[in-house]
C-alpha cells in the first residue's frame, strides 16, 4: 500500500500571504496526484489533479507541482475563504489513500 | 447537474451492521463512465477510501476493511450501498459517497456525508 504524509499537519498565515503544503508518496506514483480542499463540516472539493492541473472554476492564485514521490500545493496569496484544511490523494494503486491533512488557520 | 445524498441510520450498536445508501440524481450507473465509492473520515482525522464499485461486478475494497464491507448498487433506483459488519467505536465516523473519474479514481463530486456513531 502507498502511504501518503503531509507537513506541516497545521499551518498559521495571514491573508496575502504565500503557502506551500508538501505531500510526500512511500513509493513513486508518477503524476497521479490530487488535492482536495475541506472547512469544517463540508465535504472534500477537488482543487488539482494530475499533480498541477487545476479543477474547473478553481481560482488561478492555487497551484501543484511534483512527481514521483513529492508533490507541493501552493496558494500564491491566501484569500478569506482558504482557511480550510488541505488533503493530498493518491491514485496510482488500490487501495487509494489520502494524507493525513493540513489545517491552514488564521495566524 | 450530479448530485449524490448519503442517508442511514446515525446510531449503530457495537457488533451491529452499518448500512448506509447514497442516492444518485443527474447521472446513471450504467454509463460506465465513473467509480461509485464510500470514503470516511473520523470526527478530527483524516479521510480513509472505504471501497467502490464500476458495474455491477467489479468492485475494490481497502484491505483494511474488505472482510467487513460490501458495496452493491440498485440501478434501478440509482442508488449504491455500503454494509459494514460487526462494527466497532473505530467506525464511527462520517461516511461520504463520491463519484471517481474514469480510468483514475479522483473524487470529483462528494454527497454532504453522514455522520454514524457505534455505541450502545
Known amino acids: 500500500d502507498i502511504q501518503m504524509t503531509q507537513s506541516p499537519s497545521t499551518l498559521s498565515a495571514s491573508v496575502g500571504d504565500r503557502i506551500t503544503i508538501t505531500c510526500r508518496a512511500s513509493?513513486?506514483?508518477?503524476?497521479?496526484l490530487a488535492w482536495y480542499q475541506q472547512k469544517p463540516g463540508k465535504a472534500p472539493t477537488l482543487l488539482i489533479y494530475?499533480?498541477?492541473t487545476l479543477q474547473s472554476g478553481v481560482p488561478s492564485r492555487f497551484s501543484g507541482s511534483g512527481s514521483e514521490t513529492e508533490f507541493t500545493l501552493t496558494i500564491k496569496s491566501l484569500q478569506p475563504d482558504d482557511f480550510a484544511a488541505y488533503y493530498c490523494?493518491?491514485?496510482?494503486?488500490?487501495?487509494?489513500?489520502f494524507g493525513g491533512g493540513t489545517k491552514v488557520e488564521i495566524k | 447537474q450530479v448530485q449524490l445524498q448519503e442517508s442511514g441510520p446515525g446510531l449503530v450498536k457495537p457488533s451491529q451492521t452499518l448500512s448506509l445508501t447514497c442516492n444518485v440524481s443527474?447521472?446513471?450507473?450504467?454509463?460506465?463512465?465513473?467509480?461509485w465509492s464510500w470514503i470516511r473520515q473520523p470526527a478530527g482525522k483524516g479521510l480513509e477510501w472505504v471501497g467502490r464499485?464500476?458495474?455491477?461486478?467489479?468492485?475494490k475494497y481497502n484491505p483494511a476493511l474488505e472482510s467487513r464491507a460490501t458495496i452493491s448498487v440498485d440501478t434501478a433506483k440509482n442508488q449504491f450501498s455500503l454494509r459494514l459488519t460487526s462494527v466497532t467505536a473505530a467506525d464511527t465516523a462520517v461516511y461520504y459517497c463520491?463519484?471517481?473519474?474514469?480510468?483514475?479514481?479522483?473524487?470529483?463530486?462528494w454527497g454532504q456525508g453522514t455522520l454514524v456513531t457505534v455505541s450502545a
Open positions: 494530475k499533480a498541477s
Open positions: 513509493q513513486t506514483i508518477s503524476d497521479w
Open positions: 464499485f464500476y458495474s455491477t461486478r467489479n468492485t
Open positions: 443527474g447521472d446513471s450507473f450504467t454509463s460506465g463512465t465513473y467509480y
Open positions: 490523494q493518491q491514485y496510482k494503486s488500490y487501495p487509494l489513500s
Open positions: 463520491a463519484r471517481g473519474t474514469y480510468p483514475h479514481d479522483i473524487f470529483d463530486i
